[in-house]
C-alpha cells in the first residue's frame, strides 16, 4: 500500500496545477477512492487534499520568492482557480499574506510567529530529541501545533543547537510537537532557504492543568515521501541576530504574540 500512496503523492507533486479531483489521484494507486483515502490518512496523517494544499502552497512559497509573477499569476500556477480561495489557504497555512510573505522574505526579515496565548493559564511540556550523527553541527526547531501539519503559528516553540532537552509552555488542549533539524552549513542562508535533514514527530498531547505528562522523546529521523512539506518554516522562528549554532545546546524563550 506504501508504494500506491507514494506513486500518488508523486503525482501531486507532478501535476499539482491541475485540477486534481480524488478519483483521478486514487487511480493513479489503482485503489478505490474510500479505500485510498483510508490507507492514504493511515500512513501520512492527513487527508489527500490537505496533502495535495500542502504541496501547492509549498510551490507557492517557492515562486513568491524566485519569480516576479504577481500573487494573482501563483495562485493560477499552483492550482487554484480563485485568488481569494489561494490567499487564505495561504494566510491560514504560511502565517503570512502571499504579499508579506514575499516582502519580509526579499527584504532579509523574519517575523515573530508564536501564537498568542489570549492570557490563559500555560503548562510545562518538557521532552527531549536525540538526533542521528549528521556529520556536521545543526540547529534543531520544535514548536507544538494545534494539528499534525506542521502549518501555521506554533503555540510555543524552542532553538536547540544540538540535541538536547527542552521545555514548552503551552494552554491547556490538545497538541502536536514537532521538530526540524537543518544544518549548521546552511547560515548564514536566510530561514526561508534552510531545508530539513531530518524532522521528528511527538504523540498527541492532551494538557490540563494539574495532570503531569511524562516527558516526550523524540528521535529525528530523514524526510520520506510520505512527509508534508514544512509550510511553517520552522528555521523561519530563528532572529536573523541569532549566531549560527556552537556545540553547546542554546535555549531559547518561547515566542509568543504576533
Same mark, same amino acid.
Given at each position: ?20 479531483? +480524488? ?9 478505490? =477512492? ?14 489527500? #487534499? ?10 507557492? =512559497? ?165 512527509? +508534508? ?6 528555521? #523561519? ?22
Amino acid at each position: 500500500m506504501q508504494i500506491a500512496v507514494e506513486r500518488a503523492i508523486e503525482t501531486m507533486w507532478n501535476r499539482y496545477e491541475e485540477p486534481l479531483s +480524488l478519483d483521478e489521484i486514487a487511480n493513479t494507486a489503482i485503489l478505490s =477512492k474510500f479505500y485510498f483515502s483510508r490507507v492514504f490518512r493511515n500512513l501520512t496523517g492527513t487527508s489527500p #487534499g490537505r496533502f495535495l494544499s500542502a504541496v501547492r502552497l509549498h510551490q507557492a =512559497k517557492t515562486m513568491l520568492l524566485e519569480t516576479d509573477f504577481s500573487v494573482t499569476e501563483i495562485s493560477y500556477r499552483v492550482g487554484y482557480n480563485s485568488l481569494g480561495t489561494f490567499t487564505s489557504r495561504f494566510t491560514r497555512s504560511v502565517s503570512l499574506s502571499p504579499a508579506r510573505y514575499r516582502t519580509l522574505a526579499r527584504a532579509g526579515l523574519t517575523e515573530r510567529t508564536g501564537a498568542a496565548h489570549d492570557g490563559r493559564r500555560t503548562c510545562s511540556v518538557s521532552g527531549s530529541i536525540r538526533t542521528p550523527d549528521t556529520g556536521c553541527p545543526v540547529r534543531i526547531y520544535i514548536g507544538a501545533f494545534r494539528e499534525p501539519i506542521v502549518q501555521g503559528r506554533p503555540v510555543a516553540c524552542e532553538i536547540l543547537d544540538g540535541s538536547g532537552q527542552f521545555t514548552l509552555r503551552v494552554p491547556e488542549g490538545v497538541w502536536f510537537v514537532r521538530a526540524a533539524v537543518v544544518a549548521a552549513s546552511d547560515f548564514p542562508a536566510p530561514p526561508w532557504e534552510r531545508r530539513p535533514l531530518l524532522v521528528a514527530s511527538g504523540p498527541e498531547l492532551s494538557v490540563r492543568h494539574g495532570h503531569d505528562l511524562p516527558p516526550i522523546r523524540l528521535t529525528a529521523r530523514p524526510l520520506t515521501a510520505l512527509d +508534508l512539506p514544512i509550510l511553517l518554516a520552522l528555521p #523561519g522562528l530563528d532572529s536573523p541576530q541569532r549566531p549560527a549554532p556552537e556545540a553547546a545546546a542554546v535555549r531559547v524563550p518561547s515566542l509568543s504574540g504576533a
